[in-house]
């Protein structure tokens, strides 16, 4: 039975499809300059892979809690995790803290076009993990925009095994992580669309991102060593503290609401997670005006089959039913 207090915001989503989409595009921009805004922080302190993600979740997760208890229809966060407290542990271990730590390691070893690019695998992922767990069938048009990302990705592989003959494979190594990274994303933003039906998208946001920031503390602790702490924030440069905080408020707090609530109300999951495509395009102008980043020919022709892939679902519909008219005029 869905809960009497289940997040307003998700209502309205419901109620207008074309919300939804926007808060979607929205998180997308967030996603866009995460790359961007972790490669700063490492360029600007000795913090950098998976010590990130820690930073991340772990402010950008109190961040959320803060805001969902301001919120009065979104303030009590004890019922769901006593209702489904598994469940939820679950989607923060995989979800949340093993998926992130993933993409903050692979931009150890790839560049941020590269990472920004393979991620965008996720709506391949989502479109098949949402035909299996909610039998919901791919359309012609998904296919089309999912046959263009795979040709993206193969561009990057190709790129990477390149520099790998020539005695560098690090490239590689970041490619398998970003797409584990959107492998196991891709499973909680489909397997989490009930529970943000029943208890609102922005606590169930709030709990999975908070257990997430702190299994993540932990994990990397006892594996990597690093013990992040947060004390030591205001001794860092000006640069890396701005940007841990943007990285954390901006690209977490803000954005992750808006990304999942929006996918978890949008009418087709697959369509709206389809935005998600047009990442590597932001990444990528972020990487070269700021990083001075060069861009690869792959990597300008995986971007472009991409943005080419995007374009075609987003006509597809209005395209066909022209074509279907203009036949049946003749």
Known sequence: MADPKADTQTGLWHRYGWVA????????????SSEFVAKLISNASTINGPEISVWRFVLGGVGLVIVSLLIPSSRDLVTPVRRDGLALLLFSVFGVAISYLFFH????????????????TAPIFVGLINMVANKVPIGTAKIVSGLGAIAGVAFLVTDGAILALAGNAANLIGIVLAILCALFMSVYLVLIKPYIATYGALRITAITLFFGGAILWVGVGLFFGRWVDFTTLPTLSFTAASAILVL?????????WLWIGGLAAAPDITRAMYLFFLK?????????IFLGTTL?????????????AVAAEASWDRLFARRVGQAGST
């Open 280 to 288: 590597p395009v932001m990444a990528a102008f972020l990487a070269v």
């Open 21 to 32: 989409y926007l808060a979607v595009f929205i998180g997308v921009c967030g996603h866009a």
């Open 248 to 256: 954390a408020l901006y690209n977490t707090t803000l954005t992750q």
């Open 105 to 120: 390691w692979s931009l150890d070893y790839a560049t941020v076009p590269q990472v920004a690019t393979v991620v965008t």
């Open 296 to 308: 690869s020919i792959w990597q300008i022709l995986a971007i472009a089959v991409i943005c080419l």
